[in-house]
């Protein structure tokens, strides 16, 4: 394992704290946020940036777009995967979107959108039945060709699915990555067991046309560790190649500390060749001290470089407290970002 202070990982590292979320769920009865937002994915695009978010309701994930013009202050724009229960297609309940494929997947660029076949590509996963992430969830990838980004076609049937995988994926799929490495795709996801305290665990599967996917036999390439602080969860990859290795931001879960719970923390690994990772020994961004917006969960990360600043999106929760604008189960859960300089 690669230790904390290990100076080959420092520039990963974000111990600075904006001072308050970046965006949060609108409280509104019956809005696609009503009760929490989710899943961070930022990037550059017509001259703003975006985030890719998720809104829960109650009933389900719906996807939407915000902009910003200095990463810190972001305007809702849009909900651009919806439900809709009248219908009966897969997705039938809404999805989560985790990822839009970029024109670049170097660490040291701005993520930008990039083309694949004249159209950009949105990958979201979507669950069987209403409620909190109810039932396995399948994967599905989403076009347009709208330069707003607000028209997405999606398709009649999944690209991947929990049924034909294996035992350590058969409780259902999470977030999807997709990444390009010598003209192959590369899918990563995690997916949790069928257990009530299931396991999750990182997988990938690889396609040349992003419709046939083929999974890596030596899956699970990211595997949880009994005995450390990701002990139950290795999750929701965001992955990233800078010079000649790849770098996973992920998030771990499953210790117990010493107020009774276990928290969600951002972890790292890094990888020559994207099957074989080395996992840094501690989380590389913590839950906080109660009062915090951090104190429960810290995960779920974005990644984007600007000249010399690193910002670390992510979402972060603590119990509900009254005045909170939404409430989700007793937490108000947020994005938040962090970075490696003082804002």
């Keep these: 394992m690669i230790e904390l202070t290990d100076p080959k990982i420092q520039k990963y590292l974000t111990p600075y704290r904006y001072e308050k979320p970046v965006l949060h769920g609108s409280g509104i009865l019956g809005a696609f946020d009503e009760k929490a937002v989710d899943i961070p994915f930022v990037f550059w695009h017509q001259n703003k940036y975006y985030m890719l978010y998720t809104g829960f309701d109650g009933k389900g994930y719906q996807s939407a777009l915000a902009t910003s013009d200095d990463l810190l202050h972001w305007e809702h724009k849009g909900v651009i995967l919806k439900r809709n229960l009248d219908s009966d297609r897969w997705d039938r309940i809404g999805g989560a979107a985790t990822w839009m494929i970029k024109e670049s997947d170097d660490f040291n660029q701005i993520p930008k959108l990039g083309k694949v076949d004249g159209k950009y590509w949105l990958v979201y996963h979507s669950y069987p039945s209403t409620g909190y992430e109810s039932g396995p969830a399948e994967i599905g990838l989403a076009w347009t060709e709208d330069e707003e980004l607000l028209d997405w076609h999606f398709p009649d049937k999944p690209c991947f699915s929990w049924k034909d995988g294996a035992d350590w994926e058969a409780g259902g799929l999470y977030k999807a990555c997709i990444i390009r490495n010598n003209d192959i795709w590369y899918m990563f996801y995690n997916a949790k067991d069928k257990e009530e305290r299931w396991t999750e665990q990182t997988g990938v599967a690889t396609s040349k046309d992003l419709l046939h996917w083929e999974r890596y036999e030596g899956n699970p390439v990211m595997k949880v560790n009994r005995e450390s602080w990701d002990e139950r969860f290795v999750s929701d990859p965001y992955i990233v190649k800078d010079g000649n290795i790849w770098v996973n931001f992920y998030f771990g879960y499953g210790k117990i ?19 074989h990772w080395e996992k840094v020994r501690e989380p590389i961004l913590s839950f906080g001290s109660e009062g915090t917006y951090y104190s429960g969960h810290v995960h779920k990360a974005s990644i984007v470089k600007k000249d010399d600043t690193l910002y670390h999106f992510y979402c972060a929760t603590r119990p509900w407290k009254e005045g909170d604008p939404t409430n989700t189960y007793g937490e108000y859960r947020t994005i938040c970002v962090a970075a490696n300089k003082k804002f």
Excluded: I, R, T, V
């Design 257 to 275: 500390y010493e107020d009774g719970h276990s928290h969600a923390q951002e972890g790292l690994a890094l990888s020559a060749d994207l099957l």
